[in-house]
């Protein structure tokens, strides 16, 4: 099937993906199924062991599939790996380069692997693009972390790929660099008309740069539309009370306006119609003393992933898995 | 494909000779080799008539000298697979594969650069070895099976350790593997004493041990004794039988983080 016929550059069917044994394994992913438009920026959405990375993994042929099928760039992501992999961009969330090489010896070695004849002219084209030109002899381990983003987004670019992965790309970025590179997304994806997969737990990330998001929790895809649709679909706001104590959840469903009550420890997240109007009377109801905290959330993609869910996109589970701890400091510390 | 390798290979030398430590280390370990032990019999009683018994030459850094060049090549594999351990960790093994890159082709590409690098031993070792009084009256012929047979075990070795790891990503193992292959192999061979000396089980182990081949070839050479050739197309076989066994390991086994 080609990437014209298919319409969608990535169509992700009943996917499963397990570390380890059944009994005792992790189910990564858990029977996703989604479609990518040729030409958009996607963004998948969630807190950290999702499943974003590992989707990514699959994807680009790095982890296999346990179950399901996944093609990308109209290419069986199974039987025809390597097609795949000649057709996809890939920016990691920690920058990864040949610090021993400068960047144009980067993009030469990049071009061996991608087996490419004639790509000097490109890469002087995207080292201009991306204002590096004037420093492509040197190491890249003197670069800046900007300039090694934007280098290695050259690197994915080089073979004009139909897809890009970029995974988690401003993860421990400054404010700064981070708005720089949401800039060069959307430019990249302006300018050479590809495919852009994201994935991010910044809800303004997804917000500002995504034509669709998905949002994936636990391994399954529990949502995906415009950021509009998503948010079109609280049609409600949240308002979040912080207890010392229990309360009874009917005294807080009884009250009017109030659509649903979660608890969850001693928080309790109540999806009413107007903030405004609940808060006088859940003031009058419940006691001054019983109350440590009340924020009141429009709506959000935050305020759609906390009412799908039951949690927030911040607050993790605890750390069961030691390599994917030792990962996340990896990653912290570049 | 061809690009692929030349690519990884490329970076490989490089990354090398980059490395002045890397570089330091890998002419400096053998030439200390030659300096230390091959001194160890300035004051053998009975002087050279005594080495001349037990050597078949007057010099012994002459008859150690192929020896410990055979022996490094073992260092080679260790230093291969500590190159693709730091790939796997840094995450550029995921770079390399998310191209149309082979895991066999990757193996390839390090199993042969850390081979080559291997090499540069050899004029280093050459030199150092005129510096103590050694001459070398070899035909190009040779010179040339002498470099051929300690590239063949550079293959061998490197594959070797290649294979061994490709499932490991910690730091400690090509360490540890090391240790485990160096001493035997190195004492269970012809590389640094004649074989005749060492008991049966030792014998045993040494007639089939790949460094023995290569030193006692380039020993024939050094000190103008009559070579076995037959050495050369076992080297070749070790060679090949272990890159068939790391090609096949890597595709199967080559972890990617």
Known sequence: MSLAEGGAAIDVRELSKRYGSVDRGVLALDRVTLRVANGTVFGLMGPNGAGKTTLIKVLTGISDITSGDASVAGFDVRRESLKVRARIGWVAAEVILDDDFSGWENLWLQAKLQALDDWQERANDLLKYFSLDDRKDDKVGHYSTGMRKKLEIALAL???????????????????????????????????????????????????????????????????????????????????????????PKLLSSLPGVQDVRAQGNEWIIRVASAEQLLPKLLQTVPSDEVRRISVEKPSLETVFLDLTGHRIGQEEPMRDVRKFYAQMRRART | ???????????????????????????????????????????????????????????????????????????????????????????????????????QLIFLSKALGSASRGLVQIPVMVVAALAFGVSFSLSPLEWAAWVGALLCLAIGFSSLFLAVTAPSTDWQTPGVVSNFITMPLMFASSSMFSSSQFPGWMQAIAKVNPISFSALLGRSFVLGTPPDWTYLGYLAAFAGAMLALGYGVSARWLKVE
Not at chain 2, 4 to 30: D, S
Not at chain 2, 66 to 93: C, E, N, Y
């Open chain 2, 1 to 103: 494909m061809r690009s692929q390798f030349w690519g990884l290979y490329v970076r490989e030398i490089l990354r090398t000779f980059r490395n002045p430590f890397v570089l330091l280390i890998t002419v400096v370990q053998p030439f200390m080799w030659l300096a230390f032990f091959g001194s160890s019999f300035g004051n053998v009683p009975g002087g050279t008539a005594t080495l001349k018994a037990l050597f078949g030459t007057g010099n012994y850094i002459a008859f150690l000298l192929p020896g410990v060049l055979s022996t490094s090549m073992l260092s080679v594999g260790m230093f291969g697979s500590m190159s693709t351990i730091q790939d796997k960790r840094f995450g550029f093994m995921k770079r390399i594969l998310i191209t149309p890159t082979s895991k």
């Open chain 1, 158 to 248: 080089l073979h004009q790929p139909s897809v890009i992965f970029m995974d988690e790309p401003t993860i421990g970025l400054d404010v700064a660099t981070r708005r720089m590179l949401w800039d060069i997304v959307t430019g990249v994806h302006k300018e050479f008309g590809v495919t852009v997969l994201l994935t991010t737990h910044y809800i303004e990330e997804a917000d500002a740069l995504c034509e669709r998001v998905g949002i994936i929790d636990q391994g399954r895809i529990i949502a995906v539309g415009s950021p509009d649709e998503l948010k079109a679909r609280v049609r409600a706001d949240l308002v979040v009370l912080e207890t010392r104590n229990g309360l009874d």
